[in-house]
Each structure stands twice: as structure tokens, then as C-alpha cells.
């Protein structure tokens, strides 16, 4: 009986990571919506059931549905997602497609780096380079929390790291993402309202302290290794993310 338990749960682990092999990649034209590796209410009590089922299937599908009605017989069209991004924002004229396109690729890193079993300290490279930059993973979550509470409106805060490797939180409004700049998403706090306000109504910095409970290191410590930072090569993450 626990072996076919065990069985049917790697049989649904493995199902949603086979959905989500291209979510970076256009199927036939169109974009998928993420797979969630867990269940609405897996997250609570940081995140409620309700607030996941919105965020999930009606804000996240409705920038992936928007995304696509805009990229269809246009140059986007073939592109991997954080390419559609970089090269969206580098024109006026394609303003909407970058503020969807951001958001598919804002939510899709988001919802795949939390975890019922997260929380804790991340290990390895990750956490000396935490420790070499802010003193202490406490220090990192303070700094964190305070960039995330001085955001105005709406928009990102993320873990970035720079082509030499070097952590830094920066700040991104509406559906901004870093590798417009040419950092490396490692981490990313979704600030806009709906994140959270059901949860915590206008306590954001409430919502942001609850997620460290829930932050899945092992996805993040994944993210920060594959882009080479032992090689001082940030840019093969970016690759690799445009492979995705
Ligand atoms: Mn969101």
C-alpha cells in the first residue's frame, strides 16, 4: 500500500514536471499555463487556497491568453519567453507584449520556487554568497523585507545575480523582470496586490515575512548554480533560461 502511494506520487510529480518541460517555449504558437507542483491550498496558512486559485487560474492564465492573441504572426511568435522579454522591451511600440510576456515569466519562476516543505536557509554557493554580500541570511531577509516594503505600487523585488556571480535586490515595477538588464532571476516576490491582499489586506510586509516559510532554496540554489558562477558566467543562465 505505501509502495503504491509513493508510486502514484512520483507518477504525479513526474506527470506536472513533464507539462511544464517548455513552458519557456511555445507550443504550436502558444504559450501553456504552469503546471503548479502542488495543490491551491498546499501553501497556507502563507498563502490561502482562494488567493492561489486566482492568482493561478485567472491572473497568471489571463496574461498567458493575452500573450497569445498578441504574439500570433509576429516576430515573438517562435521565441523563448525571456527572449520575447528583453526584445519586447526594447520598443514602445511593443509595450503590452512585454508586460505579459514579463508576467508569464515573472509568475512561472514565482510559483515554481515555493514549496509546501520550503523555509529554512539556502546551502552551498548560494548562502556563502548571501553571507560575503549581506553578513548574515538574517541580514539578507531584513534588506529583502525593506526593499519589498519600499516598492510604490506595483511591481517585483528580486534575488539577481550580475555576470561576476555578485547578489543584488532590485526593485522592478509592474511586470518588470531583470534580464532586461542583464541579471539573473533568482528569486522573486510578486508585491502586486493580488498576491496578497486577501490574505493580509495592506500588510504587505506581512505577506513577504510569511513567504520565507515557503521559499523552496533547492530551486533557487539550482538557479544560482546553473548559471555558472563558478566560471564567473552569468550569461549561460540567461541561455539556459531562454532554453527552458
Ligand atoms: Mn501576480
Redesign the pocket.
Known amino acids: 500500500m505505501i509502495c503504491l502511494m509513493l508510486w502514484l506520487l512520483l507518477l504525479c510529480a513526474t506527470t506536472a514536471q513533464a507539462e511544464n518541460d517548455n513552458i519557456e517555449v511555445a507550443q504550436d504558437g502558444l504559450f501553456q499555463l504552469l503546471v503548479l507542483p502542488y495543490d491551491y491550498d498546499a501553501l497556507e496558512p502563507a498563502i490561502g487556497r482562494k488567493t492561489m486559485q486566482l ?1 493561478h487560474s485567472k ?1 497568471l492564465k489571463g496574461y498567458v491568453d493575452k500573450l497569445n492573441r498578441l504574439i500570433v504572426g509576429t516576430r515573438y511568435a517562435s521565441m523563448p519567453l525571456s527572449r520575447i522579454v528583453v526584445l519586447s522591451d526594447s520598443t514602445v511600440y511593443d509595450q503590452s507584449v512585454f508586460n505579459n510576456a514579463g508576467q508569464v515569466l515573472n ?1 512561472n519562476l514565482y510559483f515554481t520556487q515555493l514549496s509546501p516543505d520550503g523555509g529554512g536557509e539556502p546551502q552551498g554557493i548560494l548562502a556563502d554568497a548571501i553571507d560575503n554580500k549581506w553578513g548574515s541570511f538574517n541580514a539578507f531577509k531584513q534588506a529583502f523585507n525593506n526593499s519589498s516594503a519600499e516598492l510604490f505600487g506595483a511591481g517585483w523585488v528580486w534575488l539577481v545575480c550580475d555576470h561576476e556571480g555578485e547578489l543584488y535586490i532590485v526593485q522592478e515595477p509592474n511586470g518588470g523582470n531583470p534580464v532586461t538588464r542583464g541579471l539573473v532571476p533568482l528569486l522573486g516576490v ?1 508585491v ?1 496586490e ?2 496578497y491582499y486577501l490574505d493580509y489586506q495592506n500588510r504587505r510586509s506581512d505577506y513577504v515575512d510569511a513567504l520565507w516559510d515557503i521559499v523552496d532554496w533547492s530551486v533557487v540554489e539550482e538557479r544560482y548554480e546553473a548559471t555558472g558562477v563558478i566560471e564567473n558566467n552569468c550569461q549561460s543562465a540567461i541561455e539556459m533560461l531562454s532554453e527552458m
Do not use: K
Request: hydrophobic share 30%; glycine share 0%.
Open positions: 492568482h491572473h509568475h510578486d502586486w493580488h498576491a
